[in-house]
């Protein structure tokens, strides 16, 4: 069980918009930077959102990030059969004192 | 460019030890701290541990407290991870992930290192 919550999948058809969202608490996403992942089948994750809404160079405006609260969510718009992908959340649990992660969302582009 | 390069699939046996290797280049291997995470076949992201490539000080996740060991040598821009005890259920891939200047996220990964345990 992660202690950031997201949605197992989410999907959409190309050139459309989804949104992924994170849940957690104020342990975490509540007073700590989000940062987003990106994961594609038998790679390492790549950095897509640091500090909850930055994209870093190289990372299309497509991509965005924002936070209220205890949750966040990562935008997608202008879907391509490219992104199908799975898309994990991280931050600092000031509880912990661990880097905690989502459950991770698969994306569909149908 | 900037880049880690971790060393090669492992099969182990239960209750065996396993060190997995990140070699670090392309920028100063000293001014950024170094986090190891898991992945288990099909599921998500687990957080093991920080080092200090600096200083050496590390922080392990509570999970792994007792059988973790995380260390660096300076001289080849290198950090470990060792892992005792291992059972089967410590099969998974194995990533180094260097943090961004401000510690809040990753932003450079290593390839990968699968671990299994298998008897």
């Known amino acids: 069980q992660s202690v950031l919550t997201q949605p197992p999948s989410v999907s959409a058809a190309p050139g459309q918009k989804v949104t992924i969202s994170c849940s957690g608490s104020s342990s975490n996403i509540g007073n700590n930077y989000v940062s987003w992942y990106q994961q594609f089948p038998g790679t390492a994750p790549k950095l897509l959102i640091y500090e909850n809404n930055k994209r870093p160079s190289g990372i299309p405006d497509r991509f965005s990030g924002s936070k209220s609260g205890t949750s966040a969510t990562l935008g997608i718009t202008g879907l391509q059969t490219g992104d199908e992908a799975d898309y994990y959340c991280?931050?600092?649990?000031?509880?912990?004192?661990?880097?905690?992660f989502g459950g991770g969302t698969k994306l569909t582009v149908l | 460019q900037v880049q880690l390069v971790q060393s090669g699939a492992e099969v182990k046996k239960p209750g065996a030890s396993v060190k997995v290797s990140c070699k670090a280049s392309g920028y100063t291997f000293t001014s950024y701290y170094m986090h190891w995470v898991r992945q288990a076949p099909g599921q998500g992201l687990e957080w093991m541990g920080i080092i200090n490539p600096s200083g050496g000080s590390t922080s392990y996740a509570q999970k792994f407290q007792g059988r973790v060991t995380m260390t660096r040598d300076t001289s080849t821009s290198t950090v470990y991870m060792e892992l005792s005890s291992l059972r089967s259920e410590d099969t998974a891939v194995y990533y180094c992930a260097k943090v961004r200047p401000r510690n809040d996220a990753f932003d450079i990964w290593g390839q990968g290192t699968m671990v299994t345990v298998s008897s």
């Open positions: 991280g931050t600092w649990d000031s509880s912990l004192s661990a880097v905690v």
